[in-house]
């Protein structure tokens, strides 16, 4: 399954998913406390995101300061950027999984499986003497990459 199919069947899982919990939860608690509930996640969600992308943001700035590429701290203002959409999507599964990425820890084990993903399928090539060759001149930043083919089993 590609990519495309993969993200219309994710997104139509989680749309239905969504309905059927709002749906059961308004049932049991009414509607008014289901969306009340539903406004407090977001609020409380979004303010955590705030917190804990200044807080990376702060990580970047010091490794840049270092003279280090700040590559997993910009990985990890993606994933509270896709975290802070889920908590804004009103409902209580994609809260739950926008609440579990606010962990920290979780968050980085993620990131990390990505990034594996990510590498597997892409060569990077730099120009310049060496891996050390940021640090020691910043003003190059040139950087070329390639798709890898996929491995034949």
Known sequence: MNFIAGFFFTVLFLSVAELLLL??????????????LCVLTGILGGALVRMQGLQ?????????AAGRL???EILEG????????????????TDAIGGLMLIPGLRRVVVGWIRKKVAARVTFHTMGPGPGFF????????????EKPPDRE
């Open 135 to 146: 640090q020691a001149n910043p003003e190059i930043k040139d950087v070329e990459c390639e």
């Open 78 to 93: 993606i994933a509270l950027l896709l975290v802070g959409a889920l908590l804004c999507v009103p409902g209580f599964l």
């Open 23 to 36: 749906v059961r939860a308004s049932q049991a608690m009414g509607f008014l406390a289901t969306l009340g």
């Open 70 to 72: 700040p590559a997993d």
């Open 56 to 64: 990376t943001l702060n990580r970047m700035q010091g490794e840049l």
